[in-house]
């Protein structure tokens, strides 16, 4: 196993992060090395192991004393997540702190008329903070025959921790999951009769709703059990995610502008740095005081200064409740069919 040395299991703190290789996931494991060089174990769980090991270098260039393991796994393969999670039942007897960071929007689409009718009006702001109006995607469907946004978002990060209870579940220890969603996140995208999007042009801002309501009935089932869900949004947050919804050339044109916004709204955070900001906050919150139906957003002032504030967001219990059940009832069907 890459990286991974007998004898580190009963470290301090085990702290694993999907979607650690780039973007906002490698810039929060950067901050947390930084602020507990000692007693932590990093692991980085992704899909991509030779991006893996990069990552892994550049963080012990900085780091050099650093535990840092390496995972593969693929949320939207269900055999690499039923495999992953064996892994780290292995490697670990407890597990402090999983983030659920991983994610994709494939094809994003943009309706450019709708874009520059929104750069000259009143939307701007809320059309660049949330993509709302001007994206749509076009989603595929794995392996597994599951639609793949919702697999890689949601679905796979869901059978991760619940393959994980055992190490996140303690009467004597808080444990924390903590999801990476959006303000792309609208009740208006998601169908609780479609909750995987087969239907839909929107299925990131679906799955991301679905986190959202996803986090409360985790909140509801495993309190009692020592595991606490949060959801987090890190902002406007320039990534490998945003590049590929419009070519280079207009990006390196807008970003002044972005700069300028930022002086007026503090959600443009722009560097996964700041992105990070939420998930770094939580990190030093006791999960107990964190409120289950708001969601943590990072922001960053004109001057580049960062802080988090909560915000209600647009769920509820009962819906909550149907999703989980639903979950359930997928999650016995694809254990069924691989023989899991």
């Given amino acids: 196993v890459v990286g ?38 990093l692991c ?38 039923i495999k992953a999670a064996q892994e780290v039942r292995l490697r670990y007897e407890h597990l402090d702190y999983l983030y659920l960071n991983a994610g994709i929007m494939p094809n994003p689409q943009l309706d450019v008329k709708a874009f520059f009718k ?6 701007i702001i809320s059309m660049f903070a949330t993509g709302e109006g001007i994206l ?48 792309n996140a609208h009740r208006s995208a998601f169908d609780l009769e479609d ?14 709703y679905a986190s959202d ?31 590929n919804i419009l070519p280079s050339f207009l990006w390196t044109l807008l970003m002044p502008i972005f700069w300028l916004i930022r002086v007026f709204t503090h959600t443009f955070t722009l560097t996964p740095y700041n992105g990070a900001e939420a998930l770094f906050c939580l990190f030093k919150q006791k999960p107990e005081s964190l409120d289950p139906y708001a969601k943590y957003h990072s922001l960053t002032s004109g001057l580049g200064k960062n802080y988090t504030e909560p915000k209600k967001m647009d769920i509820d219990l009962e819906m909550s409740e149907l999703l989980y059940k639903k ?8 254990k069924k069919k691989n023989s899991l």
């Fill in 4 to 41: 991974f040395q007998p004898g580190l299991t009963k470290m301090k703190l085990v702290v694993l992060v999907t979607g650690a290789n780039s973007g906002i996931g490698l810039a929060l494991c950067g901050r947390l090395l930084s602020e507990v060089p000692e007693g932590l174990q």
């Fill in 44 to 81: 980085l769980a992704c899909r991509n192991m030779h991006r893996a090991e990069v990552a892994r270098s550049a963080l012990l260039t900085s780091h050099p004393t650093a535990h840092i393991t390496l995972l593969q796994m693929d949320t939207s393969s269900i055999s690499s997540v």
């Fill in 118 to 123: 929104g750069l000259f009006s009143s939307r």
């Fill in 136 to 183: 749509t995607q076009q989603d595929n469907v794995t392996s597994d025959g599951l639609q793949e946004v919702f697999a890689t978002n949601l679905f796979g990060h869901f059978l991760f921790a619940r393959e994980l209870e055992p190490l996140l579940c303690h009467t004597h220890r808080s444990s924390q999951l903590i999801w990476t969603s959006s303000s």
């Fill in 195 to 208: 909750m995987q999007h087969r239907r839909g042009t929107q299925p990131y801002s679906s799955s991301k």
């Fill in 213 to 243: 309501l996803l986090s409360l009935a985790l909140n509801t089932r495993y309190n009692k059990q020592g595991l606490y869900s949060s959801v987090i949004c890190p902002g406007f947050v320039m990534t490998n995610l945003t590049y």
């Fill in 327 to 334: 979950l359930l009832i997928l999650e016995s069907h694809v």
